[in-house]
C-alpha cells in the first residue's frame, strides 16, 4: 500500500515539473510585447516616456535576462510562493489577485461537481433499474450533457435575468455592498448571484453523470460474474450491489478527469455572468497578454487537479483492491 | 439531496466572506460614511466604462491608475476644458509666463489633503522633480524643463530650455500634484510602481473600499473648492464597476443598476429613441462626443503605399457614411478630411480642405488612379504598382473587436471596388499591435489620437521623427516628413494666443492632405449613455451644463468633474 | 467459457442480425436521423444558399421570416446562412478533433492498461501530464499564440490535448479485464499482447469504447464552441460558438434577437445530443439483453 502510494507521489511530482515547465515556456511563446501593451492600456501617450518606461519595466519584470536564467528565476520564486507581479493588475502580485478570484470558483465548481456527482450517479443507478425511468431519465440527461455549457447559461440568463427580472446577471454580489461581510443580507445576495451560474454549471454536469452510471451498471450486470452470480442462485440486490460498486470505479476516475472540462466549463460560464472567479480572471489575463497572471492560475489549477486526481486515487484503491494487485503484481 | 445543498451554498458563501477580510478601506476622515457596508442607492453613483481590470494602483505617478484616481482623488494643476478649449485653474490660482523662459503658477490658499496637512508649493515642486526618476511617466518634461523654484508657501517657479506652451499645457492638466509627505517615505521603487494604497488625496472624494470589480470613493467633507468655487459634489458615493460584457452592462443600465455607462454598447440607438429614461451628450445621432480619430494607416515603407498619390485614391474609395450608418447606426460621425477633431473646427483650414481634401467618390478615385500610372494591365480586376508588381493588401484588425472586423470589411470592400486589391484579414489582438508597432504590416485601422489641448496631439501622432524599430504611440505609418515634424515641433513651442499658432496648424493641415500619410475615416465617440433613474440633469451638448460625461482615465482632468456638481437627485 | 464463445464467434449473420435491430431501434433512427440531417445542411444549404455568412442585408435585427428563415443579426447578417456555414465547420471540427484524441487514447490506454509496469508508467505519467494541463486553459493559451486560427487548427490541438480521458478509462477497464479468466485463459494459450488485447479485452468493452467515439466527437464540438465564444474561434470564418460569441457581444439577449443566440446552440445540443441518442440505441444492439429489459 505505501509503495503504491510512493510511486503514485512520485509520479505526480515528475508531472508537477513538467507542468510547470511548460507552464512556464508556453506563455513566453505568446504573440505580441505586454509591457507595451500594458503601456498602451494606460495611455501613457508621450514616447519618450513610453521608451524610458518600456526599458524599465523590461528590467523589473526580469524580461531582459537569457531565458535559461529566467526559467531558474520562476523556479526559485515558485519555492518563495511569488508567482511573479500581474501586469493587467499591476503592481498587485499575481497570487493576491488568483486568490481574490478562487474563493468565487471554488464556491461555484466544489458544490457543482459534488453535488453533480452524486446527484447523476444516484439518478443513473436508478434509471437502470427500470425501464420506465430509463425512457425518461436518459433522454433529459442527453439533453443536458449535450448543452454547451455557454448556451445554458445564456438561456438562465436571459429567461432568469432579462425576461423574468428574478436573479441579477453581474457579480458575485450586489454592488451596493462595499465588499463581502458576516450578514444575512449579504449572504442572501451572494447566493442570488450564485444561484444560476452554479445551477448551469449542475445541470450539464449531472446528465454525464446519470448517463455514465446507467451504462456501467448495465454493462457489469451483463458481465459473466453477474451471470454466474445470478446462476448461482445470488439475490438480485446482491448482484446489483456489486454492479455498483465496479461501476462506480471508472466513475470515480472520471471525476477526476471531469475537472478539467468542468473548469473550461466554469470559465464559460462565469464570462455570461461576469462572475468574478478564475475564469473571467483567464480570460482578462490573455485579453491583456498578462502571461505572469497566466501561469498563475494555471499554476493553481494544476495544483488543485494534482490533488484531485490523488484523492480519487485512493478511493479508487479503497473501493477496488484489485487494483493494487495489478500495479504492484507480476504483469511485468 | 435537499439539504446537502444548502449547506453547500452557505459553505460556499462564507468562503467568500472569509476571503473579504484582505479588503480594506481607504484614509479619508468621516468614520460615519467610511463604516458604511451598503451604500445608500439615492446617493450613490454607479458608473462603469473605465476600468479594464481589478483597481490595483493607487499611485497616480506610476503608469497604472484606478477610476477617478486622477480627477476625484488627486488634482491638477489646471483643467482643460474641450469646450472653450481653455485652461481653467484648478489647484493653482492662476499662472503665467513671466518671461521667454519662466513660468510662474500660484496656488490657492487653504487646500488641505485629506489627511489635514496643507498642500503647499513644495508638494509642486516634489511631484515635477519625481519626473527625474526613469520610469515616470511624465520624464520627458525634463528633456525642455530646466528646474522648478519654491518662490514662497504658495508659489512655483519653473525654469525651461525651451518653451514648450502646448506640451507645458498638456502637462499642467495631466500631472496630478501628489503630497511630499507621504511620497517622500517611499523607496524609489515604490514611487515608480508601488501601489500607494490609501492615498492621501485633496480631491472631492476619498477611496471607501474596493474588491476585484468595483471601487468605491466617498465624499470628503472639506474638499477646497466648495469654498474657493463654490462647487459641491452631488454623489455621496462613487461606485465605478469594472467593464463586463455589453450583455450585462447594457442589462445594469436598462434596469438602473447602473447610472452611467461609458461602454461602446452596440445598439444602443434604438434604445435610446423615445426612452426618456435615457440620456445621451446629443439628443439626436451620433449621440455622443467624438473623442478620437479612427484612421486608415497605411504602411508608408511599402510599394505602392510609399506614393502619396496612392493613397489620396484609398481616400477616395472609402465611404465613411456606410461604416457610420451600417456599422455604428449612426452614433459616430464621419471625420473631417483632416482628421481633426470636431472641437478644432475653429483651426480647419476651407481652402486647404477644397482643394485637396477628399470624400467618398468612387470615380475620382479611379482617376487618380490612372493619372497616376496605376493600371490594371493584366485585366484581373486590380491595378498593379507602376513597375507592373500585382498589388495584394492586407488590412489587420484584431479578432473580436467586431465594430471594426465590420468596418474592415466594409472598407476593403470599397477599395476592391475602384481595383485596388485590399482583403481584410482579422489576427489576434496582440499580433496585430506588434506588426503596427514594428512596421510588419500592410494597413491598419487606429485610433489613438483623442481629445487633447491642442491639435499639436494629432500632429505628434502623425508626424513623429525619428522612425524607430518599433514605434509606440504615435507615427505607426512610418512617414518621413522632416518639414512635418518640424512643424509640430513648432506648433508645441508656440503659444495659443500667437497669431502663428493657427498659421502653423494650416500649414500642417495641408501637408497632411496633400501626403496624405494617414486617412481619417470615422470619429470614434466619448461613449456615454445615462439612465434617469436615480440621478438627473446629465451633462448636454447645449447649455452651460456641457462637460463630457465620462469617467475614463484623463477626462476628469477635462472638465469632467463638473458633471458631479451639477448632477441632480430624481424625485 | 461461455461468454467467451458467444463474444468471439461474430458470424456474419450475426453483424446482418444487428444491422437489421440497428435499423429497428428508434433511438438509433432518431438519434441518427438528427444528427445526419444537420450534416445535410451543414454540407448542402452552404452551395445553395447564395447569401455569404458576412453578407450584409438592409434589413437589420429582424425577426425570422420567409425570406430570412432565422431572421438577421444586428448588422444584417442572415443568421440561416451563419448557422448553415457554422455547422459545417462544427462537424469538421468534431470529427478531426475526436478522431485524433481517439487514436491516441486508445493506443495510450491499451498499451499501459494491459503491459502495466514501467510502460503503464512512462504512459500514465504522459497521460498525467496532459491531463492535469487543464485542456480548455492550454487551447486557450495555445490559440492565442495562433495569429490565423481556422477549424484544422483548432481540431488538432483540440484532438492533441483531449485523448487522456479516453487513455485513462480504458485503462481503467483494461486493468480490471486482464485479471479476468478468460484473458488468463487465453494467456495461458500462448496468444500475444495484442491479440488479447483486440480478440478478448477489446470486445468486452466495445460499447464503452464507441461511447468514447461519440463522447470525444461531442467533447470536441463542445470544446470548439468554448474556445469560439471566450473570442478565440476561427479568425477567418464562421462558427456556432462564435455566432454565441458575437451575439453575446452585440447585446443580443437585451435587444430580444433570440433568434440570433438560441439557433447555434440548440444545433450543437441537437448534434452532440443526437450522438449521444444514437450511441444509446447501438448500445442495446450490441448487448441483445438490454433490448429485452
Given at each position: 500500500m505505501?509503495?503504491?502510494?510512493?510511486?503514485?507521489?512520485?509520479?505526480?511530482?515528475?508531472?508537477?515539473v513538467?507542468?510547470?515547465?511548460?507552464?512556464?515556456?508556453?506563455?513566453?511563446?505568446?504573440?505580441?510585447?505586454?509591457?507595451?501593451?500594458?503601456?498602451?492600456?494606460?495611455?501613457?501617450?508621450?514616447?519618450?516616456?513610453?521608451?524610458?518606461?518600456?526599458?524599465?519595466?523590461?528590467?523589473?519584470?526580469?524580461?531582459?535576462?537569457?531565458?535559461?536564467?529566467?526559467?531558474?528565476?520562476?523556479?526559485?520564486?515558485?519555492?518563495?510562493?511569488?508567482?511573479?507581479?500581474?501586469?493587467?493588475?499591476?503592481?498587485?502580485?499575481?497570487?493576491?489577485?488568483?486568490?481574490?478570484?478562487?474563493?468565487?470558483?471554488?464556491?461555484?465548481?466544489?458544490?457543482?461537481?459534488?453535488?453533480?456527482?452524486?446527484?447523476?450517479?444516484?439518478?443513473?443507478?436508478?434509471?437502470?433499474?427500470?425501464?420506465?425511468?430509463?425512457?425518461?431519465?436518459?433522454?433529459?440527461?442527453?439533453?443536458?450533457?449535450?448543452?454547451?455549457?455557454?448556451?445554458?447559461?445564456i438561456?438562465?440568463?436571459?429567461?432568469?435575468?432579462?425576461?423574468?427580472?428574478?436573479?441579477?446577471?453581474?457579480?458575485?454580489?450586489?454592488?451596493?455592498?462595499?465588499?463581502p461581510?458576516?450578514?444575512?443580507?449579504?449572504?442572501?445576495?451572494?447566493?442570488?448571484?450564485?444561484?444560476?451560474?452554479?445551477?448551469?454549471?449542475?445541470?450539464?454536469?449531472?446528465?454525464?453523470?446519470?448517463?455514465?452510471?446507467?451504462?456501467?451498471?448495465?454493462?457489469?450486470?451483463?458481465?459473466?460474474y453477474?451471470?454466474?452470480?445470478?446462476?448461482?442462485?445470488?439475490?438480485?440486490?446482491?448482484?446489483?450491489?456489486?454492479?455498483?460498486r465496479?461501476?462506480?470505479?471508472?466513475?470515480?476516475s472520471?471525476?477526476?478527469?471531469?475537472?478539467?472540462?468542468?473548469?473550461?466549463?466554469?470559465?464559460?460560464?462565469?464570462?455570461?455572468?461576469?462572475?468574478?472567479?478564475?475564469?473571467?480572471?483567464?480570460?482578462?489575463?490573455?485579453?491583456?497578454?498578462?502571461?505572469?497572471?497566466?501561469?498563475?492560475?494555471?499554476?493553481?489549477?494544476?495544483?488543485?487537479?494534482?490533488?484531485?486526481?490523488?484523492?480519487?486515487?485512493?478511493?479508487?484503491?479503497?473501493?477496488?483492491?484489485?487494483?493494487?494487485?495489478?500495479?504492484?503484481?507480476?504483469?511485468? | 439531496?435537499?439539504?446537502?445543498?444548502?449547506?453547500?451554498?452557505?459553505?460556499?458563501?462564507?468562503?467568500?466572506?472569509?476571503?473579504?477580510?484582505?479588503?480594506?478601506?481607504?484614509?479619508?476622515?468621516?468614520?460615519?460614511?467610511?463604516?458604511?457596508?451598503?451604500?445608500?442607492?439615492?446617493?450613490?453613483?454607479?458608473?462603469?466604462?473605465?476600468?479594464?481590470?481589478?483597481?490595483?494602483d493607487?499611485?497616480?505617478?506610476?503608469?497604472?491608475?484606478?477610476?477617478?484616481?486622477?480627477?476625484?482623488?488627486?488634482?491638477?494643476?489646471?483643467?482643460?476644458?474641450?469646450?472653450?478649449?481653455?485652461?481653467?485653474?484648478?489647484?493653482?490660482?492662476?499662472?503665467?509666463?513671466?518671461?521667454?523662459?519662466?513660468?510662474?503658477?500660484?496656488?490657492?490658499d487653504?487646500?488641505?489633503?485629506?489627511?489635514?496637512?496643507?498642500?503647499?508649493?513644495?508638494?509642486?515642486?516634489?511631484?515635477?522633480?519625481?519626473?527625474?526618476?526613469?520610469?515616470?511617466?511624465?520624464?520627458?518634461?525634463?528633456?525642455?524643463?530646466?528646474?522648478?523654484?519654491?518662490?514662497?508657501?504658495?508659489?512655483?517657479?519653473?525654469?525651461?530650455?525651451?518653451?514648450r506652451?502646448?506640451?507645458?499645457?498638456?502637462?499642467?492638466?495631466?500631472?496630478?500634484?501628489?503630497?511630499?509627505?507621504?511620497?517622500?517615505?517611499?523607496s524609489?521603487?515604490?514611487?515608480?510602481?508601488?501601489?500607494?494604497?490609501?492615498?492621501?488625496?485633496?480631491?472631492?472624494?476619498?477611496?471607501?473600499?474596493?474588491?476585484?470589480?468595483?471601487?468605491?470613493?466617498v465624499?470628503?467633507?472639506?474638499?477646497?473648492?466648495?469654498?474657493?468655487?463654490?462647487?459641491?459634489v452631488?454623489?455621496?458615493?462613487?461606485?465605478?464597476?469594472?467593464?463586463?460584457?455589453?450583455?450585462?452592462?447594457?442589462?445594469?443600465?436598462?434596469?438602473?443598476?447602473?447610472?452611467?455607462?461609458?461602454?461602446?454598447l452596440?445598439?444602443?440607438?434604438?434604445?435610446?429613441?423615445?426612452?426618456p429614461?435615457?440620456?445621451?451628450?446629443?439628443?439626436?445621432?451620433?449621440?455622443?462626443?467624438?473623442?478620437?480619430?479612427?484612421?486608415?494607416?497605411?504602411?508608408?515603407?511599402?510599394?505602392?503605399?510609399?506614393?502619396?498619390?496612392?493613397?489620396?485614391?484609398?481616400?477616395?474609395?472609402?465611404?465613411?457614411?456606410?461604416?457610420?450608418?451600417?456599422?455604428?447606426?449612426?452614433?459616430?460621425?464621419?471625420?473631417?478630411?483632416?482628421?481633426?477633431?470636431?472641437?478644432?473646427?475653429?483651426?480647419?483650414?476651407?481652402?486647404?480642405i477644397?482643394?485637396?481634401?477628399?470624400?467618398?467618390?468612387?470615380?475620382?478615385?479611379?482617376?487618380v488612379?490612372?493619372?497616376?500610372?496605376?493600371?490594371?494591365?493584366d485585366?484581373?480586376?486590380?491595378?498593379?504598382?507602376?513597375?507592373?508588381?500585382?498589388?495584394?493588401?492586407?488590412?489587420?484588425?484584431?479578432?473580436?473587436?467586431?465594430?471594426?472586423?465590420?468596418?474592415?470589411?466594409?472598407?476593403?470592400?470599397?477599395?476592391?471596388?475602384?481595383?485596388?486589391?485590399?482583403?481584410?484579414?482579422?489576427?489576434?489582438?496582440?499580433?496585430?499591435?506588434?506588426?503596427?508597432?514594428?512596421?510588419?504590416?500592410?494597413?491598419?485601422?487606429?485610433?489613438?489620437?483623442?481629445?487633447?489641448?491642442?491639435?499639436?496631439?494629432?500632429?505628434?501622432?502623425?508626424?513623429?521623427?525619428?522612425?524607430?524599430?518599433?514605434?509606440?504611440?504615435?507615427?505607426?505609418?512610418?512617414?518621413?516628413?522632416?518639414?512635418?515634424?518640424?512643424?509640430?515641433?513648432?506648433?508645441?513651442?508656440?503659444?495659443?494666443?500667437?497669431?502663428?499658432?493657427?498659421?502653423?496648424?494650416?500649414?500642417?493641415?495641408?501637408?497632411s492632405?496633400?501626403?496624405?500619410?494617414?486617412?481619417p475615416?470615422?470619429?470614434?465617440?466619448?461613449?456615454?449613455?445615462?439612465?434617469?433613474?436615480?440621478?438627473?440633469?446629465?451633462?448636454?451638448?447645449?447649455?452651460?451644463?456641457?462637460?463630457?460625461?465620462?469617467?475614463?482615465?484623463?477626462?476628469?482632468?477635462?472638465?469632467?468633474?463638473?458633471?458631479?456638481?451639477?448632477?441632480?437627485?430624481?424625485? | 467459457?461461455?461468454?467467451?464463445a458467444?463474444?468471439?464467434?461474430?458470424?456474419?449473420?450475426?453483424?446482418?442480425?444487428?444491422?437489421?435491430?440497428?435499423?429497428?431501434?428508434?433511438?438509433?433512427?432518431?438519434g441518427?436521423?438528427?444528427?445526419?440531417?444537420?450534416?445535410?445542411?451543414?454540407?448542402?444549404?452552404?452551395?445553395?444558399?447564395?447569401?455569404?455568412?458576412?453578407?450584409?442585408?438592409?434589413?437589420?435585427?429582424?425577426?425570422?421570416?420567409?425570406?430570412?428563415?432565422?431572421?438577421?443579426?444586428?448588422?444584417g447578417?442572415?443568421?440561416?446562412?451563419?448557422?448553415?456555414?457554422?455547422?459545417?465547420?462544427?462537424?469538421?471540427?468534431?470529427?478531426?478533433?475526436?478522431?485524433?484524441?481517439?487514436?491516441?487514447g486508445?493506443?495510450?490506454?491499451?498499451?499501459?492498461?494491459?503491459?502495466?509496469?514501467?510502460?503503464?508508467?512512462?504512459?500514465?505519467?504522459?497521460?498525467n501530464?496532459?491531463?492535469?494541463?487543464?485542456?480548455?486553459?492550454?487551447?486557450?493559451?495555445?490559440?492565442?499564440?495562433?495569429?490565423?486560427?481556422?477549424?484544422?487548427?483548432?481540431?488538432?490541438?483540440?484532438?492533441?490535448?483531449?485523448?487522456?480521458?479516453?487513455?485513462?478509462?480504458?485503462?481503467?477497464?483494461?486493468?480490471?479485464?486482464?485479471?479476468?479468466?478468460?484473458?488468463?485463459?487465453?494467456?495461458?494459450?500462448?496468444?500475444?499482447?495484442?491479440?488479447i488485447?483486440?480478440?478478448?479485452?477489446?470486445?468486452?468493452?466495445?460499447?464503452?469504447?464507441?461511447?468514447?467515439?461519440?463522447?470525444?466527437?461531442?467533447?470536441?464540438?463542445?470544446?470548439?464552441?468554448?474556445?469560439?465564444?471566450?473570442?478565440?474561434?476561427?479568425?477567418?470564418?464562421?462558427?456556432?460558438?462564435?455566432?454565441?460569441?458575437?451575439?453575446?457581444?452585440?447585446?443580443?439577449?437585451?435587444?430580444?434577437?433570440?433568434?440570433?443566440?438560441?439557433?447555434?446552440?440548440?444545433?450543437?445540443?441537437?448534434?452532440?445530443?443526437?450522438?449521444?441518442?444514437?450511441?444509446?440505441?447501438?448500445?442495446?444492439?450490441?448487448?441483445?439483453?438490454?433490448?429485452?429489459?
Amino acid at each position: 500500500m505505501g509503495r503504491y502510494f510512493r510511486r503514485k507521489l512520485l509520479i505526480y511530482g515528475v508531472t508537477f515539473v513538467i507542468a510547470v515547465t511548460i507552464n512556464f515556456a508556453i506563455p513566453r511563446m505568446m504573440p505580441g510585447d505586454p509591457i507595451a501593451r500594458m503601456l498602451a492600456q494606460n495611455k501613457v501617450s508621450n514616447v519618450e516616456s513610453a521608451a524610458r518606461m518600456h526599458a524599465y519595466y523590461n528590467d523589473l519584470f526580469g524580461l531582459d535576462v537569457p531565458l535559461w536564467q529566467q526559467y531558474l528565476n520562476y523556479w526559485g520564486a515558485l519555492f518563495q510562493g511569488d508567482l511573479g507581479v500581474s501586469l493587467f493588475a499591476f503592481p498587485s502580485p499575481v497570487s493576491s489577485v488568483v486568490l481574490d478570484a478562487l474563493p468565487y470558483t471554488l464556491g461555484l465548481l466544489l458544490p457543482a461537481i459534488l453535488l453533480s456527482w452524486f446527484v447523476g450517479n444516484g439518478l443513473g443507478a436508478i434509471a437502470a433499474r427500470s425501464k420506465w425511468l430509463d425512457n425518461t431519465a436518459l433522454p433529459v440527461s442527453y439533453l443536458l450533457t449535450a448543452v454547451p455549457y455557454m448556451w445554458l447559461a445564456i438561456l438562465l440568463a436571459w429567461v432568469g435575468g432579462v425576461i423574468l427580472g428574478w436573479f441579477p446577471v453581474a457579480g458575485g454580489y450586489s454592488f451596493s455592498f462595499s465588499g463581502p461581510q458576516f450578514s444575512w443580507n449579504f449572504i442572501v445576495d451572494a447566493l442570488h448571484h450564485w444561484f444560476l451560474p452554479f445551477l448551469s454549471l449542475f445541470l450539464v454536469a449531472l446528465g454525464g453523470w446519470a448517463i455514465g452510471m446507467r451504462n456501467l451498471v448495465i454493462y457489469e450486470l451483463e458481465s459473466d460474474y453477474s451471470n454466474y452470480m445470478q446462476t448461482l442462485g445470488a439475490p438480485r440486490r446482491l448482484v446489483r450491489r456489486y454492479a455498483f460498486r465496479n461501476a462506480m470505479l471508472p466513475q470515480i476516475s472520471g471525476l477526476a478527469l471531469q475537472l478539467g472540462v468542468v473548469v473550461g466549463g466554469a470559465l464559460v460560464t462565469e464570462v455570461v455572468f461576469a462572475y468574478p472567479g478564475l475564469g473571467s480572471l483567464v480570460l482578462d489575463a490573455i485579453q491583456n497578454q498578462d502571461f505572469f497572471l497566466l501561469q498563475g492560475i494555471l499554476l493553481f489549477i494544476v495544483i488543485g487537479v494534482l490533488v484531485f486526481n490523488f484523492l480519487a486515487d485512493v478511493v479508487y484503491v479503497l473501493v477496488d483492491p484489485r487494483t493494487r494487485l495489478g500495479l504492484e503484481g507480476g504483469a511485468s | 439531496m435537499r439539504h446537502p445543498r444548502t449547506a453547500v451554498a452557505i459553505a460556499a458563501a462564507a468562503v467568500m466572506a472569509l476571503a473579504a477580510c484582505t479588503d480594506d478601506g481607504g484614509g479619508g476622515e468621516d468614520p460615519d460614511d467610511l463604516s458604511i457596508d451598503q451604500f445608500p442607492r439615492d446617493e450613490t453613483l454607479y458608473t462603469t466604462g473605465a476600468a479594464w481590470g481589478p483597481p490595483a494602483d493607487w499611485n497616480p505617478v506610476s503608469g497604472g491608475e484606478v477610476t477617478g484616481l486622477r480627477g476625484l482623488g488627486y488634482e491638477p494643476l489646471y483643467l482643460f476644458n474641450p469646450n472653450t478649449q481653455e485652461m481653467e485653474p484648478w489647484l493653482a490660482e492662476s499662472g503665467e509666463w513671466t518671461g521667454d523662459l519662466t513660468y510662474q503658477a500660484t496656488l490657492r490658499d487653504g487646500i488641505t489633503w485629506s489627511d489635514g496637512e496643507q498642500l503647499t508649493a513644495e508638494d509642486v515642486k516634489y511631484t515635477v522633480e519625481l519626473g527625474q526618476l526613469d520610469g515616470v511617466p511624465y520624464s520627458n518634461v525634463w528633456d525642455w524643463l530646466e528646474s522648478v523654484e519654491v518662490v514662497d508657501d504658495l508659489t512655483v517657479e519653473f525654469t525651461f530650455l525651451e518653451a514648450r506652451h502646448q506640451e507645458w499645457d498638456n502637462f499642467l492638466f495631466n500631472t496630478t500634484i501628489v503630497p511630499e509627505h507621504v511620497f517622500s517615505e517611499y523607496s524609489e521603487d515604490d514611487i515608480v510602481t508601488g501601489a500607494n494604497e490609501d492615498p492621501v488625496v485633496s480631491g472631492p472624494y476619498t477611496v471607501h473600499s474596493h474588491d476585484q470589480d468595483r471601487i468605491a470613493w466617498v465624499k470628503r467633507d472639506d474638499w477646497w473648492a466648495t469654498e474657493a468655487l463654490g462647487l459641491e459634489v452631488q454623489p455621496t458615493y462613487i461606485v465605478d464597476i469594472v467593464n463586463t460584457s455589453n450583455e450585462v452592462t447594457l442589462n445594469m443600465l436598462m434596469q438602473g443598476e447602473v447610472d452611467l455607462s461609458n461602454n461602446f454598447l452596440p445598439g444602443i440607438s434604438d434604445l435610446l429613441e423615445g426612452d426618456p429614461n435615457l440620456s445621451t451628450y446629443f439628443s439626436e445621432p451620433p449621440y455622443m462626443a467624438p473623442a478620437n480619430t479612427a484612421m486608415l494607416i497605411p504602411n508608408t515603407t511599402m510599394e505602392p503605399l510609399d506614393d502619396a498619390e496612392f493613397r489620396r485614391a484609398m481616400a477616395f474609395a472609402i465611404s465613411p457614411g456606410e461604416i457610420v450608418d451600417s456599422v455604428y447606426s449612426g452614433i459616430v460621425a464621419e471625420a473631417n478630411p483632416t482628421g481633426l477633431l470636431p472641437i478644432w473646427e475653429n483651426y480647419y483650414d476651407q481652402e486647404a480642405i477644397s482643394e485637396s481634401g477628399f470624400q467618398f467618390e468612387p470615380s475620382e478615385a479611379v482617376s487618380v488612379l490612372e493619372e497616376a500610372g496605376y493600371e490594371d494591365s493584366d485585366g484581373d480586376g486590380f491595378v498593379e504598382t507602376l513597375s507592373g508588381d500585382p498589388v495584394e493588401l492586407t488590412l489587420n484588425v484584431p479578432a473580436g473587436w467586431t465594430d471594426w472586423e465590420e468596418a474592415a470589411r466594409a472598407i476593403a470592400s470599397d477599395l476592391r471596388d475602384v481595383g485596388i486589391n485590399v482583403t481584410e484579414e482579422f489576427l489576434d489582438a496582440g499580433a496585430v499591435d506588434e506588426a503596427r508597432d514594428s512596421g510588419e504590416f500592410e494597413l491598419v485601422l487606429n485610433n489613438q489620437s483623442g481629445i487633447t489641448n491642442s491639435p499639436w496631439g494629432h500632429y505628434r501622432y502623425l508626424f513623429q521623427l525619428p522612425v524607430q524599430d518599433v514605434q509606440t504611440g504615435a507615427n505607426f505609418a512610418r512617414f518621413e516628413s522632416q518639414e512635418a515634424w518640424d512643424l509640430t515641433q513648432q506648433l508645441a513651442a508656440t503659444a495659443t494666443d500667437d497669431p502663428e499658432y493657427a498659421e502653423i496648424i494650416a500649414d500642417l493641415q495641408r501637408i497632411s492632405l496633400e501626403e496624405m500619410p494617414s486617412i481619417p475615416i470615422w470619429y470614434n465617440g466619448a461613449w456615454a449613455q445615462a439612465s434617469n433613474a436615480v440621478w438627473t440633469n446629465w451633462p448636454t451638448q447645449e447649455g452651460d451644463n456641457n462637460a463630457y460625461p465620462v469617467t475614463w482615465n484623463g477626462f476628469w482632468t477635462m472638465g469632467s468633474i463638473y458633471m458631479l456638481t451639477e448632477l441632480e437627485p430624481a424625485g | 467459457m461461455t461468454t467467451d464463445a458467444t463474444l468471439k464467434s461474430d458470424s456474419v449473420g450475426e453483424s446482418r442480425e444487428r444491422l437489421y435491430f440497428a435499423f429497428r431501434n428508434p433511438k438509433v433512427v432518431i438519434g441518427l436521423a438528427i444528427v445526419l440531417g444537420l450534416l445535410l445542411v451543414g454540407l448542402i444549404a452552404p452551395l445553395l444558399l447564395s447569401a455569404e455568412p458576412t453578407q450584409q442585408f438592409d434589413a437589420k435585427s429582424a425577426s425570422p421570416s420567409g425570406e430570412h428563415w432565422f431572421g438577421t443579426t444586428y448588422f444584417g447578417n442572415d443568421v440561416f446562412t451563419q448557422f448553415a456555414y457554422g455547422i459545417r465547420s462544427s462537424f469538421m471540427v468534431g470529427a478531426l478533433g475526436g478522431g485524433i484524441a481517439f487514436v491516441i487514447g486508445l493506443t495510450v490506454g491499451f498499451t499501459a492498461g494491459y503491459r502495466g509496469g514501467l510502460v503503464d508508467e512512462f504512459l500514465n505519467m504522459l497521460t498525467n501530464v496532459v491531463l492535469v494541463l487543464p485542456a480548455l486553459v492550454v487551447l486557450i493559451v495555445l490559440s492565442t499564440y495562433l495569429e490565423n486560427r481556422g477549424p484544422v487548427s483548432q481540431a488538432i490541438i483540440i484532438g492533441v490535448f483531449s485523448w487522456p480521458w479516453v487513455a485513462r478509462a480504458v485503462r481503467a477497464q483494461t486493468f480490471t479485464l486482464r485479471n479476468r479468466d478468460y484473458v488468463d485463459l487465453a494467456k495461458l494459450s500462448g496468444k500475444r499482447a495484442p491479440q488479447i488485447i483486440v480478440r478478448e479485452v477489446m470486445p468486452n468493452m466495445a460499447s464503452y469504447l464507441l461511447m468514447s467515439v461519440i463522447l470525444l466527437f461531442g467533447g470536441a464540438i463542445l470544446f470548439a464552441a468554448m474556445l469560439d465564444f471566450i473570442g478565440l474561434g476561427p479568425t477567418d470564418s464562421i462558427s456556432l460558438g462564435s455566432m454565441m460569441q458575437q451575439s453575446m457581444a452585440w447585446s443580443a439577449l437585451h435587444l430580444g434577437l433570440w433568434w440570433w443566440f438560441v439557433p447555434p446552440g440548440l444545433a450543437i445540443t441537437a448534434i452532440v445530443g443526437g450522438l449521444y441518442i444514437t450511441n444509446v440505441g447501438l448500445d442495446e444492439v450490441f448487448n441483445p439483453k438490454l433490448r429485452e429489459m
